[in-house]
Each structure stands twice: as structure tokens, then as C-alpha cells.
């Protein structure tokens, strides 16, 4: 069963209902995976996206913060939230496919302003997160799996506009980078993005702080999908919807879209 999917930063699913549903109309993604979405689920706008063919839902909100959702024209099996780093946040949630196939969607704590624990409590809570989605992946050893989301790191050098200016910026300090690398060797996973785009300057996204985001392109890939590696090989197409930050009144992340033959 071919699928495509796709993950987006949507920051207020409420406030950017039209966004999703004109993603839905012109790209059509069979599963599509929102973070941020910042409402409870019985708030958020479901009445358009299953007019648009997307009537299967698994969410998990919260009151004007965080929030993930994945919203499907395929049917979903919830599977369940866990509350990584106990901070009471919605910030996973995971669902199954008819194929077997479980698509897991986080939101990854941004880690406040300044990348040292010691003042900067969110920047612990980050750490603490990926500490324990490490040790959550080495317990389960997860199999035909695909996980998406804003992970809040750009793990590599062509992932950032200018490395060394943001070595000691939050989202591409070595520890944050380290502590990614452990979470995906714990579950054995593979950066499908990069397999498909092994080389460049990638992006998903851009300040609201860059009066002309575009020209300036000071970006970093913070969105990302990866797969176990037993499937890995099915994921194919992987591509950033750039344009999609340039819409009216955008999110400041871009879609990132992935296909699996499976």
C-alpha cells in the first residue's frame, strides 16, 4: 500500500485551519502529522479536513500549548501518548496503520534561549526528553515504524545556514545533537529526509524575526522523518514544501513530505 505522508509545524491548528485544509487540497498527503497544534482535541476544526477525505484522527492537546495530531484519509489505530520527561505535556502521540505500520508524531521542547541547563530549566527539560526517547527505543526496539515531527535539532552541519555561528544556538549545540544521535541509534533509525537528499543546504524553518525570510534564508531543519530500518528502503520522495512558509499568515515551519511503498 503506497502512502504519502507528511509532517508540519502548523502552530495553531485553529488559527491556521485554511492552511491545512488548502495542504489537504493541493497536496493531498494520506497521513498528515500536525505539532503545535495549541487546542484541546474536541476544539480542534476537524469538520473541514473530513470534508477534504481526512476522517480519521488520533490527537492529543492541551489549552494554548503544544498539541500533536495525525490526521489520515487511511484508518488509524490510536496506540497510545507517552508523557516523556513527565512534564505533563502533549507532545506524542502514536497510531497504526492497516499495513502495520506505526507512525509515531512528536513535538521535541524548543529548549528555551540559552543552551545550559544549569540557568535555563527548559533547556534540562529538552535534554531530559531525548534522554528518555533514547531509553524508551532501546526497551521496545521499535519495528515497521515511521516517526515524524519537530524535534527542535538540526542535527547537521547542512542543516543549519551557517554552522559555526550556531554551534552555541539551541537546536545545533553539540549536546543536543549528541543526545539526537543516541535516539536514533536506540531505535535504529534512518533520517529518510537525507537518504533521499544526501547532500545540501536543507531547511523547514525560518524566523518570523527575518523581515524577508526568503532572501535572508537563515533556516534550519528542525522537521524531520525517519524510519526503522526495516522499511526504510520504501521511503522515497522526500521533499520540503518551502512555498508553503511564504502563504499568508504562515507558520514559521514548512511541511516535510515523505512516500513509502509498503
Known amino acids: 500500500m503506497p502512502f504519502t505522508l507528511a ?16 495542504l489537504m487540497r493541493e497536496k493531498g498527503p494520506d497521513v498528515l502529522c500536525l505539532q503545535e497544534c495549541k487546542s ?10 473530513r470534508a477534504l477525505g481526512y476522517g480519521h484522527i488520533v490527537a492529543r492537546g492541551q489549552k494554548g500549548y503544544n498539541g500533536v495530531a495525525i490526521l489520515s484519509k487511511l484508518p488509524l489505530e490510536d496506540v497510545g501518548d507517552k508523557d516523556f520527561a513527565s512534564l505533563g505535556h502533549a507532545r506524542h502521540v502514536a497510531a497504526r496503520l ?11 521542547p524548543a529548549g528555551g534561549d540559552k543552551p545550559d541547563r544549569a540557568v ?40 543549519v545556514w551557517n554552522h559555526k555561528q550556531l554551534l552555541k544556538i539551541v537546536s545545533h549545540t553539540p549536546i543536543e545533537v549528541d543526545h539526537l544521535h543516541d535516539v536514533m541509534e536506540a531505535g535504529k ?7 533521499d537528499i544526501p547532500e545540501g543546504l536543507l531547511y ?9 525570510w526568503g ?7 528542525l522537521d524531520h522523518v525517519w524510519a526503522t530500518a526495516d ?10 514544501l518551502r512555498d508553503v512558509r511564504g502563504w499568508e499568515q504562515p507558520s514559521d515551519h514548512a511541511p516535510v513530505f515523505a512516500s513509502f511503498d509498503l
Open 7 to 22: 509532517t508540519w509545524n502548523i502552530n495553531s491548528v485553529r488559527l491556521r485551519e485554511g492552511l491545512v485544509a488548502r
Open 40 to 49: 484541546p482535541v474536541e476544539k480542534i476544526p476537524l469538520d473541514q479536513f
Open 98 to 108: 492497516e499495513n502495520g505500520v506505526t507512525v509515531h508524531n512528536f513535538y521535541v
Open 120 to 159: 535555563n530549566e527548559k533547556f534540562g527539560q529538552k535534554l531530559d526528553y531525548l534522554t528518555e526517547m533514547r531509553d524508551w527505543f532501546h526497551s521496545e526496539a521499535p519495528e515497521k515504524s515511521i516517526l515524524v515531527g519537530d524535534l527542535n535539532i538540526a542535527p547537521r552541519e547542512d542543516d
Open 189 to 195: 533509525w534512518v533520517d529518510i529526509t537525507r537518504q
Open 204 to 212: 523547514s524553518w525560518w524566523s518570523y524575526r527575518a523581515k524577508d
Open 215 to 221: 532572501a535572508a534564508d537563515k533556516g534550519r531543519r
Open 231 to 240: 522499511i526504510s528502503n520504501a521511503g522515497h520522495s522526500s521533499r520540503v
